[in-house]
């Protein structure tokens, strides 16, 4: 279809975060990730970009991905104070934090970014892409809110969506018309 658009998201590979089941702190990628990622093939795209954060550029570097322009409005979900620190950690220091934030998709009790901010901005990231093939590198957060914004669904529905390391979510379509064509997956 002429002017279609085909977005492919693919995460980072692991992190001493992901390991830890911790909230990022712009790590690097783990020594295995590193070699995992050196395997990935990247498909052929007509727009490769990335998030800010460390493990995305150490991913591109890894899967020889070059010209990679840098689109900040693909950062990681910003957790405010809480960067770096376990989940256990505020189950046990900030419960009733941990709980907002949950289960109320405005809460920041962080102070970084509420669930709600993350996926308007991922909602107007997406309603921007040009016409072709888009390949983005980008952490965890962003194909899980694509996916949430893709379908519509209540933005709870984000607690129900996984993306892990070196997986890649695929989306056709345009800008309020998008069609989730597979998540979750290893890159073809």
Do not use: I, K, N, Y
């Amino acid at each position: 279809m002429p002017g279609s658009t085909r977005l492919t998201l693919l995460v980072h590979g692991s992190t001493r975060a992901t390991a830890e089941a911790a909230f990022p702190a712009d790590d690097a990628l783990e020594d295995r990730a590193r070699t995992l990622a050196s395997a990935v093939l990247l498909p052929r795209a007509d727009h490769l970009v990335r998030g800010p954060e460390r493990a995305c550029g150490e991913t591109c570097d890894a899967t020889g991905a070059a010209d990679v322009v840098v689109d900040d409005d693909l950062r990681g979900w910003d957790a405010g104070r809480w960067s770096g620190r376990t989940l256990d950690e505020l189950a046990a220091e900030d419960p009733s934090g941990l709980q907002a934030w949950l289960t109320d998709p405005a809460a920041a009790p962080h102070g970084g970014e509420s669930l709600t901010a993350l996926l308007e901005r991922v909602e107007r990231w997406l309603a921007d892409r040009p016409a072709g093939h888009t390949l983005a590198v980008c952490g965890p957060a962003v194909p899980r809110a694509a996916v949430v914004v893709a379908m519509g669904a209540p933005a709870t529905a984000f607690w129900r969506v996984d993306a892990a390391p070196l997986t890649v979510t695929d989306l056709r379509g345009g800008p309020s018309r998008w069609t989730v064509r597979a998540t979750g997956r290893a890159p073809a």
